[in-house]
């Protein structure tokens, strides 16, 4: 069980892996974001850790495991953020992909943390934290799919997290959610200095426009201060592949193995005398996505390593290289 009287003061590089995704809009991506990535790394041998803030939890429909007995509906990562119980993650949800559920019942938790705000002032937010710093050193990285709109379940987030990845659409909105996500962050430093933000990313794109990419440049360098880390690859925008993948509980690149593997329409016809319903082929395009985003990442993270400490034991090993990331 953590100690809660060095809930203050987590080991900070026990949670230096630990990749906050955050916007305050709902719908830019957030989830399918940290499915597919913590999926692509996971496959390619890299320890991944979910951790899933959302009362809707999306991410069990992503990963196919919604109701079944391994969603407890946040119940653990709850017990755990009041104290009362070490956090467990889900084993293997994929091969090296563990998962803490969120769910119906982190509805309790936002009392919960008011009650405890008010006896503790902003220190409280550190829980998360100490919940993640026995745990985290397990994996090579760590992801927290936050909330849209829910100030206390993200700032848990950010006083926990080394790095904001912030997902955004090209439209108004996706760019206001960030802006507010600026302001949250400047604030969430001042308990958690090393915070840092990691990259802008492009989701959902119809564009490969120059322009639009520009945009969105100006628009993350705006809300950080003149500091534009977009990620070069942006998430194409593939309408039925999000369908297939929450039907089906199926990553990209699972969905874009089922592709290659379905038999040509005309072939099922002649077969069976009906197709149902077949996996898009867009599948494809999209896991090449995430999986150059993956790359982009890996470096990054590298890349901020290298130039702000020396590595210790368990950096980011060199011999991965960006093209062993696998489908
Ligand atoms: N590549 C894509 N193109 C278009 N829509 C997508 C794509 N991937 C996922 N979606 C859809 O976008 C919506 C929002 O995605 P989600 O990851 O749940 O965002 P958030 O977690 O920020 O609310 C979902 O309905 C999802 O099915
Ligand atoms: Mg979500």
Redesign the pocket.
């Known amino acids: 069980m953590p100690d809660r009287d060095g809930a203050a003061d987590p080991p900070p590089d026990a949670l230096g892996r630990v990749i906050a995704m955050v916007?305050d809009k709902?719908?830019?991506?957030?989830?399918?974001?940290v499915a597919n990535l913590a999926g692509q790394l996971a496959a390619a041998d890299y320890r991944c850790l979910l951790v899933d803030l959302n009362r809707q939890a999306?991410l069990a429909d992503d990963l196919g495991f919604r109701d079944d007995d391994r969603d407890d509906h946040g119940a653990g990562l709850l017990m755990s953020l009041v104290g009362r119980s070490a956090l467990v993650p889900v084993p293997d949800v994929r091969p090296g992909l563990d998962v803490v559920p969120g769910g119906a019942r982190l509805s309790d938790l936002v009392p919960l943390m008011v009650g405890r705000l008010q006896d503790e002032g902003r220190p409280a937010f550190l829980a998360l934290a100490a919940a993640l710093a026995p745990v985290a050193p397990d994996y090579d990285i760590v992801f927290v799919?936050c909330p849209?709109e829910s100030t206390i379940l993200t700032d848990l987030a950010l006083a926990a997290a080394r790095w904001v990845l912030m997902?955004t659409r090209s439209d108004v909105a996706g760019l206001l959610g960030m802006r507010l996500v600026s302001e949250r962050f400047t604030l969430a430093r001042e308990l958690n200095p090393r915070l840092g933000l990691l990259g802008a990313v492009l989701f959902?794109t119809g564009s490969r426009s120059r322009a639009v990419h520009a945009e969105v440049r100006n628009a993350v360098e705006r809300a950080f201060g003149g500091h534009s880390p977009l990620f070069d690859t942006a998430?194409?925008?593939?309408?039925r592949?999000?369908?297939d993948?929450?039907r089906l509980g199926k990553l990209a690149h699972e969905l874009e193995r089922e592709v290659a593997a379905q038999p040509a329409w005309w072939a099922a016809l002649r077969e069976g005398g009906t197709t149902g319903p077949r996996v898009s082929p867009t599948a494809a395009g999209?896991a090449e996505d995430y999986r150059d985003l993956a790359v982009e990442l890996l470096t990054a993270l590298r890349e901020t390593e290298d130039a702000t400490e020396a590595p210790g034991p368990d950096a980011i090993p060199e011999q991965r290289t960006a093209t062993e990331v696998a489908p």
């Open positions: 916007n709902g719908g830019v991506g957030k989830t399918s974001l999306n799919d849209p997902p959902g998430i194409r925008h593939a309408e592949t999000a369908q993948a929450r999209v």
